[in-house]
């Protein structure tokens, strides 16, 4: 056992604290560390964590000790082993104490995911520091040579059994008021703004097959209230029109919202954390990448279809291709939905075996846990 201790910086939305409270819990539970999780922004973790505070100092979560981040910073003896999120800066006293020890840690950058080419060459590369510290770069991927997927070790059981079992699935769908009818498409919908979103609708307004559209609160609620012509949807409202049932759920706990992801049919995630769960849960997706600027999300949601799209047929590739390019450019998916559901079975057994592939690689804990060993060994 070796004490981890990860930082965290919310730069914006759950991204952030969705990956590292992930990640934490993971290398607690299953390789027996002792994990410190300090985060800038706690209001943000009780949104994933709604059983914790917002604003105590010290707690402890799910064998996690989550700790405040804030300035000063308090004097505590660094870790054996220093996660530094997505390139946040850590505190200076902290890295002043790390050279200041004499002992050799493992400070690692754990960068965002991206399907792209040069991310394999990039993984594990050292970047020598001032005070003769070395700090590592450790990429998550979906391709050998990368650091893999958060995935725990029971996850894919665990679907398993809930999405055999219809009466938990009714129990929990039950819970937010959600009453699956016969024959009904379910989708989930977590998105960031999207003008698309009116034209969708429409479309499965329209639709021969009736949808249950579920969705959390959350950014897209504004595009959605417009459709419906209505300026305050909530919790627990339930809206029919034409052939398409739409319902406001809560934004969910964590483990909640990877039920959610299993009972569905279909799976519109963003970013990067709900992105990888909608994988996981085995069942086609509809990804809005995270915008950045210039358009440089364009390559990667390039980068992460081609690598998607391998083995699929070419109707059922160029139909998932437009839809997604659709989907991220805020255009209508008026053609480009029905195409989609032409190819549905085909999309259907890919999402499973995509997930069946996956799921054969290394973790991202067992990688990191892996490093580290690999480091201690060379260390010796
Ligand atoms: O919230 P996001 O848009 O976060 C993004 C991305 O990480 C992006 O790459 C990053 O650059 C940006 O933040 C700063 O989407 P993401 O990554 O899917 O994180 C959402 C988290 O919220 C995820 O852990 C799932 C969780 N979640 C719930 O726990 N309950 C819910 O009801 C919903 C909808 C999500």
Redesign the pocket.
């Known amino acids: 056992m070796a004490r981890w201790d990860i930082f965290c910086s919310v730069?914006?939305?759950?991204?952030?604290?969705?990956?590292t409270?992930?990640l934490a819990r993971q290398l607690a539970a299953e390789q027996g560390h002792s994990v410190r999780l300090w985060v800038d922004d706690l209001a943000s973790f009780v949104?994933?964590c709604p059983a914790a505070s917002s604003d105590a100092e010290c707690q402890h979560w799910r064998g996690v000790e989550v700790r405040r981040w804030a300035e000063p910073f308090p004097i505590v003896e660094p870790a054996e082993v220093v996660i530094e999120a997505?390139a946040c800066q850590l505190p200076s006293s902290y890295v002043a104490a790390m050279t200041a020890s004499g002992t050799r840690r493992l400070w690692l950058n754990l960068e965002?995911?991206s399907a792209e080419d040069w991310v394999a060459g990039c993984h594990g590369l050292p970047s020598p520091q001032s005070g003769g510290l070395q700090k590592f770069f450790f990429f998550p991927g979906f391709v050998e040579g990368t650091g893999g997927l958060l995935r725990e070790a029971d996850l894919l059981p665990r679907r398993d059994a809930f999405q055999g079992d219809e009466q938990a699935q009714q129990a929990f769908l039950q819970s937010f008021g959600v009453v699956r009818e016969a024959g009904a498409r379910l989708i989930s919908l977590?998105a960031?703004e999207n003008p698309g979103l009116a034209k969708w609708l429409d479309a499965l307004a329209a639709d021969l097959q009736p949808t249950q559209l579920l969705v959390?609160?959350?950014k897209i609620l504004a595009d959605l209230q417009a459709w419906l012509g209505e300026t305050q949807l909530a919790p627990g409202d339930n809206r029919r029109r034409g052939n398409l049932q739409i319902h406001v759920?809560?934004?969910?706990?964590?483990d909640?919202?990877d039920r959610?992801l299993w009972c569905c049919d279909l799976n519109a995630?963003?970013?990067?954390?709900?992105?990888i769960?909608a994988q996981w849960a085995g069942r086609p997706l509809l990804w809005h990448i995270?915008p950045q600027e210039e358009g440089a999300h364009w390559d990667k949601l390039d980068a992460f279809m081609a690598l998607y799209n391998v083995g699929l047929m070419p109707e059922a590739a160029a139909a998932q291709a437009g839809l997604w390019r659709a989907w991220n450019a805020g255009e209508g998916m008026e053609t480009a939905w029905p195409a989609l559901l032409d190819t549905w079975p085909v999309l259907q057994r890919h999402a499973e075996q995509w997930c069946d592939q996956q799921a054969a690689r290394v973790d991202l804990a067992t990688a990191l846990e892996q490093f580290y060993r690999n480091w201690l060994s060379y260390a010796a």
């Open positions: 730069v914006d939305n759950y991204g952030d604290i969705g990956v409270w992930r949104r994933l997505f965002y995911l977590f960031y959390p609160q959350g759920l809560p934004f969910v706990a964590q909640d919202y959610l995630v963003r970013g990067e954390d709900s992105f769960r995270y």
